[in-house]
């Protein structure tokens, strides 16, 4: 279908603004520009901080969701933000991580995982995957349900939530139920149809992602790894089950299709579903358009029929 009328009128603008001079004016940019499309706060039941111990002392900030029987254990997604690996933040992601708690019905844990390039690969991941075993381990204390855990983010985060499922497999680490990938970013290439389709003109940009990639990788070669490129596994046998989501106007959507295929084709289930009219970080969106919200209709679905909140 046509681009989401909305989506069209912001795309009009954001195509004639000049681009920032630096990381720390682009970082400054995403986190403005974003929020700006946020629309209302939703409320949750609570919201609370945990500083993971050790010598980073990550944030972990969790989300329980609005209306909640908090009188027994309910499910959990330990969730990676977007942002290229080297963008956005835990604030940033305030209302969006509030939406998808309410949505899927399960308690958001949403990771602040240290950026590149200040900190490459595998800082990012393995920050997210120590937090996701955090997660696991003081269940009872959290109130969750670690037999219904799932791993989950968009875009890199959708990165670092595959490559934290093929951690918890190759590791004998936590036992996960599913894996939300909204548009995540799969491969280090930049080659489908999708990308050359939508390498301009549509918000996230091909020359965007080769910006994100070289700011997260140490050299290209570590683009052919699986926990940094999820889709050149070898294998994806024994992977929970997944639920992809990809934009119909992004350069992304490509390899969220594959990823899908490669799943099913290595006996996990898997669907991937198409958001239509929309373009990459449409999860920020819900003040922009109400076409936003399907993301998180789709994704409450699916995480409800998954873990049975």
């Not at 279908?1 to 195509?15: E, K, R």
């Not at 190759?170 to 799969?186: F, N, S």
């Not at 990809?246 to 898997?270: M, N, Q, S």
Request: charge should be negative; include cysteine.
């Amino acid at each position: 279908m046509s681009l989401d009328p909305q989506v069209a009128a912001f795309l009009a603008l954001a195509n004639d603004a000049p681009p920032p001079a630096s990381l720390a004016d682009l970082r400054a940019a995403t986190e403005t520009g974003l929020r700006q499309l946020h629309g209302p706060l939703e409320d949750v039941a609570s919201i609370r901080d945990y500083v993971l111990p050790g010598e980073h002392a990550l944030t972990v900030r969790a989300y329980v969701p609005a209306g909640a029987d908090t009188g027994k254990p309910l499910p959990a997604i330990v969730f990676a933000h977007g942002g290229g690996w080297c963008l956005c933040s835990l604030d940033l992601y305030d209302n969006p991580c509030r939406a998808l708690a309410n949505a899927t019905g399960c308690v958001i844990f949403s990771v602040d995982y240290r950026l590149a390039p200040e900190h490459k690969f595998p800082v990012p991941l393995n920050d997210f995957y120590s937090a996701l075993c955090w997660v696991a381990q003081h269940g009872a204390a959290l109130g969750i349900d670690v037999n219904r855990l799932a791993v989950g983010g968009d875009s890199a985060g959708g990165n670092l939530a595959a490559a934290a499922a093929l951690m918890a497999r190759d590791q004998a680490g936590p036992a996960l139920a599913h894996q939300l990938l909204l548009y995540p970013a799969l491969d280090f290439a930049f080659d489908t149809p999708s990308y050359q389709r939508y390498a301009e003109g549509h918000s996230l940009t091909r020359e965007a992602m080769r910006f994100c990639w070289s700011a997260y990788l140490n050299e290209p070669a570590d683009g052919a790894q699986p926990y940094a490129a999820p889709l050149r596994s070898t294998s994806l046998k024994d992977l929970p089950p997944a639920t992809v989501l990809v934009c119909e106007y992004d350069p992304l959507h490509d390899e969220g299709e594959a990823y899908a295929r490669y799943l099913r084709d290595d006996g996990v289930a898997a669907q991937c579903v198409q958001l239509d009219g929309m373009i990459h970080a449409s999860m920020h969106m819900l003040g922009l358009t109400p076409a936003a919200r399907g993301l998180f209709d789709v994704a409450g679905k699916a995480m409800r029929q998954a873990l049975g909140a």
